[in-house]
Nanobody, 124 residues
């Protein structure tokens, strides 16, 4: 079992930056691929970024490519999402997720554990 706790959300202005963190507890952190997803009311959960267990493979949604950076520190059991040049359309609840297995994947149904989410609001 893995517990995930996100932090770092908040209210920012368009163009600002924000870093989300997700701390994991449980088994060997590097055994899990990690992902970030986001969701707004009435919409399906949307893929944002994913990183493999070793950190060697990374994928981004087209909507955030070039603005967001996912990274992980396996020694600290933490995955990060650095968000820059934020836009109002980035406003959402952001979720951290872990999957059993090191291969990164963009599909939310492949993830086994989820955090409680952290709200990011970008004002224009």
């Amino acid at each position: 079992q893995v517990q995930l706790v996100e932090s770092g959300g908040g209210l920012v202005q368009a163009g600002d930056s924000l870093r989300l963190s997700c701390a994991a507890s449980g088994r060997t952190f590097s055994a899990y691929a990690m992902g970030w997803f986001r969701q707004t009311p009435g919409k399906e959960r949307e893929f944002v970024a994913t990183i493999s267990g070793s950190g060697s493979r990374i994928y981004y949604a087209d909507s955030v490519k070039g603005r967001f950076t996912i990274s992980r520190d396996n020694a600290k059991n933490t995955v990060y999402l650095q968000m820059s040049s934020l836009k109002s359309e980035d406003t959402a609840v952001y979720y951290c997720a872990a999957r059993n297995g090191v291969v990164a994947t963009t599909d939310y149904y492949n993830y086994d554990y989820w955090g409680q989410g952290t709200q990011v609001t970008v004002s224009s």
